[in-house]
């Protein structure tokens, strides 16, 4: 399966990443992607 989802900045909306927003994440496998489009700005944070 591919999901797409659009810029995901921490602390402001990378909550649309967890278990109760995006409850498929519990089954995804390594057949899965998920793909963001725009900035990611979890790559620099490093208390996550």
Do not use: A, W
């Amino acid at each position: 399966m591919i999901f797409i989802t659009g810029d995901t900045h921490i602390p402001t909306d990378v909550q649309k990443l967890n278990s109760e927003r995006f409850p498929e994440q519990k089954e995804l496998t390594e057949r899965d992607y998920l793909i963001i489009c725009g900035d990611f700005g979890g790559v620099i944070q490093q208390n996550i």
